[in-house]
């Protein structure tokens, strides 16, 4: 994807919050950082999860995955509801980390099944990658994607849409849609990112 995407791509995921420990997502799955899925418990056991500053064992976290998990019932209660579950927490910088490889896996699969998203306009790169955020790589939206790859955007939008979607996440995808309309009807460079604030025309 185009340079301008990655760089801007960690601006969208404001409603995914932040957390340096695990909590459950509104699907019930287990999550950390940036709405980084760690479920199943394998992908929780590949992190540095410090506990009180040392390095825990594989069978700490495998215990206090289970825990989070366990507590089905607060999984509307947001994520910052499960820190007082568990000690075990994650440096900034392993978050960071996190959230680059699975962006990084998250274009490679889209651009493995989609070869010609690579030329896509910068903000319709951006909204799929917005949702696959929330939906995984590999969901099946073949009305958006062929939406997309026609250059309809308006209806790329209303394809897009999934269920517990936020209003936040929402209206971001609506203006990166609207966005990439913009570009393409103004003919700019597809590599050109509008989010968030347009286009404006030079005098």
Not at 63 to 78: C, D, F, I, R
Not at 86 to 98: E, F, I, K, M, Y
Not at 101 to 119: A, D, N
């Amino acid at each position: 994807m185009w340079p301008s995407v990655l760089q801007s791509f960690r601006t969208t995921l404001v409603s995914e919050g932040y957390a340096r420990h695990m909590y459950l997502d509104t699907r019930g799955l287990v999550t950390t950082g940036q709405g980084d899925l760690i479920d199943p418990v394998e992908e929780a056991q590949k992190l540095p999860w410090l506990d009180e500053g040392l390095l825990a064992s594989t069978e700490a976290v495998t215990a206090a995955w289970n825990l989070v998990k366990s507590h089905q019932e607060m999984k509307a209660e947001g994520g910052m509801a499960f820190a007082k579950l568990t000690t075990l927490r994650l440096t900034d910088g392993a978050v960071s980390l996190l959230v680059t490889k699975t962006c990084t896996w998250m274009i490679s699969t889209l651009e493995e099944r989609y070869p010609w998203l690579v030329q896509a306009r910068a903000d319709a790169q951006l909204a799929v990658l917005r949702w696959a955020w929330a939906n995984g790589p590999n969901a099946e939206y073949p009305k958006m994607f062929a939406a997309l790859e026609r250059g309809d955007y308006a209806a790329a939008n209303a394809e897009s849409v999934w269920t517990n979607e936020t209003e936040e996440t929402r209206a971001i995808l609506e203006a990166l849609f609207s966005f990439a309309a913009e570009a393409e009807a103004h003919a700019l460079d597809p590599s050109v990112l509008l989010y968030p604030t347009g286009y404006f025309p030079s005098n």
